[in-house]
């Protein structure tokens, strides 16, 4: 019989084949439409060689601050907030796309221990880096809720009630995915 382990491990694989299944065809979408022989600036990474690193556009002004990489955020609860490894102490599916993405995209975990949507719908403007001078919005991000907003309505073991009705969990999930659009953000996972 599995044990809550193996499906803990099962379900850390589930999340990983998932986002790196869609992640695949946005970088390959991103670098097509950013890249291109004149677009493409060269950066001295190690002594023994360069690598190229696109430039959106034209040489950013004076103070401006361009983004070397595409943006990825990961926003969501302790899942998210955990995903960088698993109790085992394995790589969890936020670290395991952080490997697969290095050098190409910056990932970012911002997972909020205890969080469910209401909550994340009041943080979400601290929560995320603010574009600047014309910045590209994130490449794409991740919405990881619904465990805690799925508590018993009659809890009383957490210190705040964390749970949020059905028909408000699926508005609070589109203006959470609204507002990432909002932000530049074309392609929302809500895994």
């Excluded at 085992?88 to 969080?115: K, N, P």
Aim: include cysteine.
């Amino acid at each position: 019989p599995p044990t809550s382990t193996s499906f803990i491990m099962a379900e850390q694989r589930l999340v990983t084949a998932l986002a790196l299944t869609g992640v695949s065809a946005l970088l390959i979408s991103w670098w097509r439409r950013k890249q291109a022989p004149s677009s493409c600036a060269r950066l001295k990474v190690s002594d023994s060689g360069t690598d190229e690193v696109p430039v959106a556009g034209t040489q950013p002004s004076a103070g401006a601050r361009t983004a070397l990489r595409p943006r990825a955020i990961l926003f969501g609860d302790s899942i998210t907030e955990l995903s960088g490894a698993t109790h085992t102490g394995e790589a969890g599916w936020g670290a395991l796309l952080s490997q697969y993405l290095l050098r190409r995209v910056d990932v970012l975990t911002r997972g909020f221990s205890g969080y469910n949507t209401r909550q994340a719908l009041a943080i979400l403007p601290y929560a995320l880096p603010a574009r600047q001078n014309g910045e590209d919005g994130p490449l794409f991000a991740t919405i990881f809720f619904g465990a805690n907003d799925s508590a018993s309505a009659e809890s009383t073991s957490a210190p705040v009630k964390q749970h949020v009705p059905l028909q408000e969990y699926e508005q609070n999930l589109r203006a959470l995915v609204q507002a990432f659009r909002l932000g530049g953000c074309d392609h929302v996972l809500v895994l």
